[in-house]
């Protein structure tokens, strides 16, 4: 049984960086593709990135394009996410999710697998 944990979020200062992580225990996730989403109260589950299962492919949600770097380290069944310039905007519960069905996922419905998500607070 696969399991994803993230962790890394916190309260930041606008302006701020946090680096969030996703470890994968039960099976290696070498060969799926992953994805973080973020969900804001009353908002719906929005995509921020994702990653191809061999790396070289990280598409990004416009919001996030520029500040935000995903990567992964395949060998340690690890994901990543690396958020600069954080604005009060992103404050929100951040999720990593794993699929096996799609080469790159753009939406939740795509993704089979959560972890329970870490809450990032930016303040202003």
């Known amino acids: 049984q696969v399991q994803l944990v993230e962790s890394g979020g916190g309260l930041v200062q606008a302006g701020g960086s946090l680096r969030l992580s996703c470890a994968a225990s039960g099976r290696t996730l070498r060969l799926y593709s992953m994805g973080w989403f973020r969900q804001a109260p009353g908002k719906e589950r929005e995509f921020v990135g994702a990653i191809s299962w061999t790396g070289a492919r990280t598409p990004y949600a416009d919001s996030v394009k520029g500040r935000f770097t995903i990567s992964r380290d395949s060998g340690k069944n690890m994901l990543y996410l690396q958020m600069n310039s954080l604005k009060p905007e992103d404050t929100a519960v951040y999720y990593c999710?794993?699929?096996?069905?799609?080469?790159?996922?753009?939406?939740?419905?795509?993704?089979?697998?959560w972890g329970q998500g870490t809450q990032v607070t930016v303040s202003s």
């Open positions: 999710a794993t699929t096996q069905n799609y080469a790159l996922g753009y939406d939740a419905s795509q993704y089979e697998l």
